[in-house]
């Protein structure tokens, strides 16, 4: 398969992993030392590190699906235009998001997300910042 196709059967893995709240599979599709980042609040480096990122997400959630809209590698980095959708404590929302996977071999090194972090927090039903790393 060539590179670019298993870079985008990575990131489709990824979203399954995600959509089935598969939150240990997140985790180890990181290096050991993977950085996984919403561009506006501090990184979170480490595959563990990550695992309990992504877990206490789960604190509340009923669902979550991932729906892409775009996905394609350019130069040797995978892009996934995405919304995402979710119920959490009996509220539905959605935000639209920007996915940017640098890979080491068959691992994730470097994930960045681009979205709107205000819109985000107003869809989850949210007044206060559940991330208290977050920039203001």
């Known amino acids: 398969m060539p590179n670019t196709d298993r870079k985008v059967a990575l990131g ?10 598969n939150w240990r599979k997140i985790a180890d599709m990181f290096t050991p030392d993977g950085v996984l980042h919403s561009m506006m609040v501090e990184p979170v ?3 563990e590190a990550i695992y309990k990122r ?6 509340g959630l009923e669902s979550i699906e991932l729906k892409i809209h775009n996905i394609g590698v350019v130069g040797e980095v995978l892009f996934v ?5 979710f119920t959490i404590r009996g509220k539905y929302g959605s935000t639209p998001v920007v996915g940017v996977l640098e890979f080491d ?11 709107d972090r205000a819109h ?9 910042d559940f991330d208290q790393s977050s920039r203001h």
């Open 105 to 115: 071999g068959d691992l994730i090194k470097v994930w960045r997300e681009y979205y």
């Open 81 to 85: 235009e995405r919304t995402d959708t």
């Open 54 to 59: 992504v877990h206490a997400l789960s604190d």
């Open 45 to 47: 480096v480490g595959r």
């Open 120 to 128: 985000l927090l107003k869809a989850m039903g949210l007044t206060t």
């Open 12 to 21: 489709l893995e990824m979203v399954e992993a995600w959509n089935t709240q």
